[in-house]
């Protein structure tokens, strides 16, 4: 997760309050995935940006997650999200966010 990013993250969670924020990312593979859930969640692992040492307990889910899909309109999601599915390792994804936000989000939804 880029810098830049982490620190919109960040702004939005000082500014609505870590129970109000879910973070949806899109990675295309598990450890990257879990890299950034990490982020969000427990600080920047790599301690290189604004979210170094910043515990925020985001709940994170990726896009491919059962509640994350459930709750998008299905023609766009399969238009949109689709073709992607059928070239990522899902299962791998779903494990690696998941594992990651068991262990560090506080606030999940």
Do not use: W
Not at 63 to 76: G, L, N, S
């Amino acid at each position: 997760m880029d810098l830049e990013i982490q620190q919109r993250v960040k702004d939005l969670t000082e500014k609505h309050g870590p129970e109000n924020v879910v973070v949806v990312i899109g990675g295309a593979e598990a450890e990257a995935s879990g890299l950034s859930a990490e982020t969000v969640a427990a600080g920047d692992p790599t301690f290189a940006g604004p979210l170094a040492g910043v515990a925020l307990g985001l709940g994170v889910y990726h896009m491919v997650e059962p509640e994350v899909k459930d709750e998008c309109d299905a023609t766009i999601y399969d238009e949109q999200c689709g073709m992607m599915e059928m070239v990522l390792d899902v299962d791998a994804i779903i494990e690696e966010v998941k594992n990651v936000r068991d262990e560090f989000s506080q606030y999940n939804k």
